[in-house]
Nanobody
Framework: VQLQASGGGLVQSGGSLRLSCQAS????????MAWYRRAPGKERELVARISKEGGTRYADSVKGRFTIFRDNAGNTLTLQMNSLKPEDTAVYYC??????????WGQGTLVTVSS
């Protein structure tokens, strides 16, 4: 499975951005998908994840502001980010966990939130 992320950019505090991740290849293998982020000087953290059945989980820091969803075909993952804060500044990575233990990562897309 290959992942191509897009949608990052510069936005003012309180603004919105939408990140997309297009999956290709053996999509049928994908179990759940997720967005992670790595802020400068910090470790990578889980932002949100969604199962094949549509169940979601969010980091406490983004609950109520971010929404993760997948299209019915399961090959496009989206992260809608609202009410962005400077502390959301990070490189965001999409992730696909697959059957049989494999995992794929997108190339990362930079989100910068100015105060």
């Amino acid at each position: 499975v290959q992942l191509q992320a897009s949608g990052g950019g510069l936005v003012q505090s309180g603004g919105s951005l939408r990140l997309s991740c297009q999956a290709s290849g053996s999509i049928w293998r994908i179990d759940f998908m997720a967005w992670y982020r790595r802020a400068p000087g910090k470790e990578r953290e889980l932002v949100a994840r969604i199962s094949k059945e549509g169940g979601t989980r969010y980091a406490d820091s983004v609950k109520g502001r971010f929404t993760i969803f997948r299209d019915n075909a399961g090959n496009t993952l989206t992260l809608q980010m609202n009410s962005l804060k400077p502390e959301d500044t990070a490189v965001y990575y999409c992730n696909a966990n697959q059957l049989f233990g494999a995992t794929s990562w997108g190339q990362g897309t930079l989100v910068t939130v100015s105060s």
